[in-house]
Structure formats: C-alpha cells, structure tokens
C-alpha cells in the first residue's frame, strides 16, 4: 500500500467501466484521519477509505506539473496524457509535442501567440527549442525542406470543429511571411481559403465554419526559398449539404453571402429574394450565423475572385447556377396517377421558369426530366413516370451533381492561378510543403458511406504514420543490426488489406455491386458477410435482417448502415439530365458537366435496376468509392515522398466554449487519432538518423581537427567517437552498419552543442577579423598619435626652451643684480662707516668747539645775568625804597 503524504498527486481510479473513463489526477488534502481526502482535477473532494487505497496510485514526478513533450511523461498512458494536456490547457498553453508530433487544443478564444513577433521567435528554430507551437512545425517543415532539400508534408486531423483549418490557415500564414516578401503569387494562395470557404464550409452544430470537405495544399517553394505556387487537391465534398441541413446547421456559406450582399439589381435579373424564401436554405431552421457578417464575407469573397483571375463572366455564371439551385429547390411535386403507375407533376410556379432560365434549358425538359425515367427494356427504350419521392430524389441528384461540379470547377480555376506545372528538369530544383487538412476517424450513431470512405482514408493515415515512425524504423534497425526493445503496436495492415487492398476487398465489393444491374445495398451486404464473414476485422450483422456491418478499426469498432451505400457510391446521375444539360445553351453549365456529356455522348452507359424493374441508363462514370481510392492512392503516394509532421487537433468541448475540458470527449480524440500508439512507438524507438558522412559533416565541428566526411578514412570511428564526447557512452544512442540511432533529445542535444560550437566558432572568426581591423586601426592611430606626439612634444619643448632662455637671462639679471647689490650694500656699509666715522669725527670737532663756545656764552650769559640781576634787585630796592616813603 502507498504511504501518503498532504500535497502529494495521485491517480484517481474508480473503474467505472465507461468507455473513455480514465484515471484522473488528485491532490491529497488530508490524511491522518484514517480516510484520505483528495481533491481531483475536476475541482471534486473524495474521501477514500483504506479499503479502497487501491483506486489510488501515485503520481510520477513528470505528471505533475505538465511536460511540453509528452514521450518524456512518466506516466505514458491515456490517463497522464489527458492531464498534461488538461494542466496545460487551463493555463491557456494549447500545444504540446509528442517528438514532432504537435497536439493542439481548440481554446476556442483568440490567444496573443500569432502575432508578427511569435512568427520572428519561431522563425529558424528546431523543434524542442521553444515552447510547442504550431509556427514551430511550419518552420521546421520550411527549413528542413531548404536543409534537406525534401519535400515535406504536414499532415493536420482531428474531428469536426477541433481546429485542422485554423491550423492550415496558420502555417499558411507563417509560411507566406518567412518565405521572402508578399509576392502576387503568395496572395492569390492566401485568397484562395475565402472562396473555398465559401464554397465548401458551413455552420454545422459542431463548427460554425466547418470545412465540408478535405484539401491538401501543395506549396511549391523555388531554390531562394519563396513561394513558387500551390495546388489544391479537394477530397469528398458533402454534397448532400446543397439539398439538406440538420436542424441549427446552414447550407453553404456562398448562398447566404451572395443574397446578402448582392445589389438589388443583380438579385432581380436572377430572380433572388432573401434566405427564408428558399427551402434549401431553410432546412436546419438557421440562415444566420453568429459571429459571421455574410454581406461582408461576400465583398471578400468577390476580391479574391478578381485575385484569382475568375472573369466577371465567370463570376455571373456562377451565381447563376447558385440562384438556379435555390430555384430549383423550391419546386413541389404533386402527387398523380398515370396508367395506374405513381406519377407526380412540379406545381406550377416561377422556380421552374427561373431555374430552366438560368440554366437556359427549355422548362418543359426540366418538367419531364424531373418526372418521368427513361429505361431501357429489351432493347427499347421506355419513359416510365416517377412518384413524387423520386421526383424530390432526381432533383436533388441534379443539384447535388450542379454544385458537386461547380466546386470541382472553382477549384481547378483557383489552381490554374496558383499552379504553374514545371517542366521536368526545373522540378527538381523545386521543393515543396502540403498541407493535409483532412477530417478526422469518424464514430456516429449512424454511419454511412461517406464515413467508411473517411475512415478508409484515417486507416491509410494511421498506416502511413506507423509506417513512417515505425515499421520503417524497425526494418532499418534490422538491417543496420541496432539492437532494439521489440514493443507492440497495433498494425492495421489487415483491416486496410481487407477495405481496399486484397482480391474482393469491401471497397471492391461496393463498387462491383454498384455496377451490376441487380446490384441492391441488401446483396452487397449478403457479399461482404460471405466474403470477410471470417476475417477478425469484419463485425457480420448478428441477424440476417439487420443492414449494418462493421469493421475493426485503428481507432475502435466502426458499424455502417448498408442504407443507402450504392447510390451513394454510384454519384451518378440519370442520362435524361445529361442530357438535358447537353441541351442548354448555357455554356458555363455544360463545361462544369463536360465529362459527363463526352461519356454520354460515347454512348458510354451503364445499366442498372430501377425500383421499378426495368433497366435505368446512367453514365457510367467513375464510382464515388472508386475516385476515392485513386485519390488517396495519389495521395499517398505524394506523402510517401515527403519528410512527414504531424498536427492532431483535440476538440476540448461539444459547445464551442473557451476554458472548457471535456474529459471523455478529449479521451475518445485521442484514442480516436491513435496518439498512445504513436507516443510509445516514438519513445521506444530512435526518431533520429544520420548516415555517417551526414552526421560527420554536421557535427564535425563539436571535435577539434576532424576531417569532413569526404576526406575521412573511418567514417564509422569519428562517428562513435563524436557521439561519446557529446552524448557519453551509456546513453541510449546506438551505431548501425551505415547510420547513427538517435532519440528526439539527443539530436536536440547536438544541434544545441552544435550551435554552441558554430557559435564560438563564429565569435572566434568575428574575434580574429575584428582583432586584425583594429590592430590595423590601432597602427595607424598610433602612428598619428606618435606623430602628433613628437609635434606637440617639440612645439611644447621649443616653448619650454623660450621659457627656460627667458628664465635663465633673468636668473642671470638677478644673480648679478643680486651680486652688485651685495658689493654695493658692502660699499655703502663700508662709505657708511667711513661716513660715520667722518661724521663723528667732524661732530665731535664740532661738538668741543660748540661745548667751548657754549661754555664760553654760558660764562659770558652767566655773567650778563648776574648783572642784570643785581641790576634788577637794586631797582626793585630803589623802588621798594621809593613806595615805602610814597606810602610812608
Ligand atoms: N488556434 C485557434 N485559436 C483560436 N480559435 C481557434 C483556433 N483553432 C480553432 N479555433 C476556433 O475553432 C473553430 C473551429 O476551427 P476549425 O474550423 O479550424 O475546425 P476544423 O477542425 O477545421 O473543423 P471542420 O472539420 O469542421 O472544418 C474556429 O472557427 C475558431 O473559432
């Protein structure tokens, strides 16, 4: 039992027994309660029992968060392939690989992931390098045709409304922008999808755009790698769309745009009204398609005509015969009775009138071809009348035959633009991609014809696949003695050689018995029960009057309802149309039929039983099944040539809704597209080869000195010796007699350290240019600089030398002056002594001689003073005398 832990994923397995329940992905929330609780992915909390622990197993580390390559996935079952799609879908990430098998989840809402930046991202980068994109395989499809020089061919299925168109219409669009510049030619290829969308798409309950048919588009490519030119192949039209819709679903685009968006004038010469007036257009109860404008839709629809060189003839013939059609679909028969036989009779109306008008046929030959047979009985040639249900029945055999004609028509005209057949020689310089966009294996409540048909055509497509990854691998491991695990695979040789390939194979079967003249669906059935009633792959009817057989698909037990399956198969029509269409003066009508009238006209009939028993004439063209068969046949053929991708597209819900997951529908897809078988053939197998010149010559780089092949003495040894040092010795890589075995990782590996290398290898030459550009530059600057040095350096030296002259002159000036600055100061102290001394000398002279005379007038003062005194003193007495007696 496994101990488990909150957080850790697990699987989810209730065994309901349902045939697409398949385990689904939980987190566990709680565990320590006894009961576990997990939450699955569905959003739903179980609580689980020890008991039931069985139902729970863990989860491999890859699972978990989801893987952009699904071979890497632990957990390599339906169960961890729906997750990982599932997780990577909720995060809006729609594409996954599988190897270089890319898985595309319809989101159903318009992602940022094509825009002019995503094509320049993709654009040159091998697959593995950049998260899986659909422009990934576009590119890889271009550049390995350019590399390889093969053509290459992308292989795009799923079911109705699970994204095959939008995918062509992608890689049409990355093709035509990395292939150079938009050329005249690359837009008549992408104008062509507006008229075959017109022509062959319509809203259907599963697809409001559904292409009601399949188409392989041939690219050519010229030697520069531009578009060249395309060829459109168109496979199976669903004719019966003309006549009759399931409820919600429309007719053919073409018919509501032309009466939206026709003038009034145009409308009233074809005698058109609006949508609801026209019982072919109102069977599905639905002339509207949301999300789609008709009126606009139609003015496209006229330009890219003019693009695509349709003449404004040719254009009007063709509404003609569209508006002849709506007519035509509004007779009513009424019931009569002529010699006691079911007769009928169109009610008179203008619809005859205006559709014999358009067809520019007499309305009475309308009127008889309508109602009346001619058969053919011993030797004469009789005119029987037919019941108002074989009248219904002619008339939408006629129409059905009108349009089936007409888009065969439109698309021989679009290729006659678009295609220029190369002569033989030139071919070989021309490469090209096709696009296969082709409906998917088919499982209804009821299957008919055109489902065997499509399934024969998905038996083909699975064999060409298994083929391609495997049967072809393992013959080339045989032979090359590689030894590899031997893993099972489902070979669905048997059940192809029992459709179409052995003696009395069922397609055969059905076309024999739709040429015998007695041939009915009951003894078709009696043959094919007698005939296969014991191989494994035949399911016989348990009762004898059930009318269904059923084979053992790919994909899972298909049953086919008998019903209906010769006159199908036989897609002829009656010789009185024929000849009616001979008739007409319109010569548009008669070039669409022109085959059938050349048959008539050789009297090259075929007869069979009418219900009435007498011998009906037809045209004894090629059956349905028969045309089919070449097609494919040619088909594969061309892809046999071809260097093969793969797109499977899932539908995610029935209603057309974004961030919806149904897990049973995406799990019926799967099984349905044989994706498991591919997943586990892929892995166990070595996807990647190299011839040893071819790997030598690639991957030389990744070892010093190696040779290129041509000059190689053991190819073999640098071979083996290359992959050790890259991928190491245990990996699982292996070595054959002439080529190298390799695995998606390990050639993504190389390529990686190739890169590195020619990278380094590109810096080092980038490196060594630059080095030599600059040394040269970097001389030639020094040697200017040196120049510039030794000029500035003597200007700067001259200037110098000034200075210092200058400088020194005054030095000089200075020193001297400075010299007989100090002489003269000593002279002067000296004179100033001497002058001192003098002085002194002639002051103290002076002084003596003075102090003398000084002393002299001080004695001669002296005495003039003492004189005076006493002079004085004897006067002041006298007069004190003289007071003395005054006053006395
Ligand atoms: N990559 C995409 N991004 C956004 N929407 C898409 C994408 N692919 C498909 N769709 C939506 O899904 C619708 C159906 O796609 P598409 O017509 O390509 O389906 P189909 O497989 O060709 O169906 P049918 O077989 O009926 O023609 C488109 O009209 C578009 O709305």
Redesign the pocket.
Known sequence: MVILQQGDYVWLDFKTGKPFDVPVGAVVKLCDSGLIQVLDDEGQEHWISPQNATNIKPMHPTSIHGVEDMIRLGDLNEAGILRNLFIRYNERV?YTYTGSILV?V??????PI?TADHIRLYTNKKIGKMPPH?FSIADNCYFNMQRNNKDQCCIIS?????????????ILQFLASISGQHSWIEQQVLEATPILEAFG?AK?I???????FGKYIDIHFNKKGAIEGAKIEQYLLEKSRVCRQAPDERNYHVFYCMLQGMNPEQKSKLGLGQASDYTYLTMGNCTVCE?RDDMNDYSSIQSAMKVLMFTDTENWEISKLLAAILHMGNMRFEARMIKNLDACEIVRSSNLAKAAALLEVDPQDVMTCLTTRTLITRGESVCTPLSVDQGFDVRDAFVKGIYGRLFVWIVDKINAATYRALPTKDRVIYRSIGLL?I??FENFTINSFEQLCINFANENLQQFFVQHVFKLEQEEYNLEHINWLHIEFTDNQDALDMIANKPMNIISLIDEESRFPKGTDATMLHKLNSQHKLNTNYVSPKHSHETQFGIQHFAGVVYYETKGFLEKNRDSLHSDIIQLVHSSKNKFIKQIFQADVAMFLCGYVQTTMSPQQGMETRKRSPTLSSQFKRSLEMLMRTLSTCQPFFVR?I?PNEF?MPMSFDRGLCVRQLRYSGMMETIRIRRAGYPIRYTFAEFVDRYRVLMLMTKPASLQEDLRGTCQRIATAVLGHNDDWQIGKTKIFLKDHHDMQLEIERDKAITNKVIFIQKSVRGKKQRANFLKVRRSVILIQKMWRGYICRKNYRVMCAGFLRLQALWRARKHYLLYREVRKQIILLQGQCRGFLVRQTFWRRLNAIRIIQAYARGMIAETVQETQSREGAQAGSREAASG
């Not at 319809?106 to 992602?111: A, K, R, V």
């Not at 599963?206 to 009601?212: E, F, L």
């Open positions: 729609i595309s319809n989101p159903y809402q318009l992602l094509y659909i799923g079911e109705s409304g699970a994204g095959k168109t939008e995918s062509t219409k992608l798409n259907t599963r697809n409001d755009n559904s292409s009601r999300g966009d409906f998917g597209c539908k057309k």
